[in-house]
């Protein structure tokens, strides 16, 4: 079954210092997300990303955060300098058409701690 | 407002107890999706399952069991016989066809089923 890859599972990073979470969407997906979780916390909405280019963004993701698609696989999440508040489990999905009624595929989610 | 409601934060039960998780949502949709995800204690999302507005059928898949009501806004997963392997973290979800982009969690009930 076709999976969302996420690289790395889990880093590590100095209060300050920039990071750049990795993702590959499904191949025929068109749609791709982020989504954050805090230790112990509820799942909240980041960004959406569609035709490179932001769709949707959330409060949360102010000017330290950047999504990007490089090339035809990789979607990336860029935070900039990272607090210690980012620390949390960073999930990425992606979906093959924007509607509701289709399900998210998520990854396996890195876990960022910044220390 | 919270959109997804679990008011259940922890739940205990002793290996094949049957257990209700709650899910009470909030839209102004008349269109919109209903989700199930379980969060093991290795962290990623798995997906359990999608239940749209229009469809009030219950679904038993197994010993999972889904009980949709428009009327109460509820949308209650229950698990029979449970076992060990269900303990996690289990996060209702809803998707509204008007913001069709982003998942609005609920905060998840921890389970924890006792051998």
Redesign the interface.
């Known amino acids: 079954e076709p999976e969302v890859t996420q690289t790395p599972s889990h880093q590590v990073t100095q209060m300050g210092q920039e990071v750049i979470l990795r993702c590959v969407p499904i191949s025929n997906h068109l ?1 791709f ?1 982020w ?1 954050r979780q805090i230790l112990g ?5 980041l960004v ?1 990303f569609y035709n490179n280019e932001i ?2 963004k ?1 409060e949360i993701f102010d000017d330290q955060f950047s999504v990007e698609r490089p090339d035809g696989s990789n979607f990336t999440l860029k935070i900039r300098s990272t607090k210690l508040e980012d620390s949390a ?1 960073y ?1 990425c999905a992606s979906k093959v058409g ?4 289709y ?7 890195t ?1 960022l701690t910044v220390v | 407002a919270q959109k997804v409601t679990q008011a259940q934060t922890e739940i205990s039960v002793v290996e094949k107890e049957d257990v209700t998780l709650d899910c009470v949502y909030e839209t102004r949709d008349t ?3 209903l ?1 199930w ?1 379980k969060q093991p204690p ?4 798995v ?1 359990l399952i ?1 239940r ?1 507005s229009f469809d009030e059928q219950n679904e038993i898949s197994g010993r999972y069991s889904w009980n949709f009501q428009k009327s109460t806004s509820s949308f209650n997963f229950t698990i029979t016989a449970s076992q060990v392997v269900d303990s996690a973290v289990y ?1 209702c ?1 809803l ?3 008007n ?10 009930t921890s389970l924890t089923v006792i051998p």
Request: hydrophobic fraction near 25%; glycine fraction near 16%; charge should be negative.
């Open positions: 749609y997300y989504y916390q509820k799942v909240e909405f959406s769709s949707e959330s489990m999930f924007g509607a509701s009624n399900g998210y595929t998520f990854g396996s989610g876990r | 269109t919109y999706y989700f995800y290795s962290g990623e999302l997906f999608r749209n996060f979800a998707s509204e066809a913001t069709g982009n982003q998942f609005y969690f609920g905060t998840g």
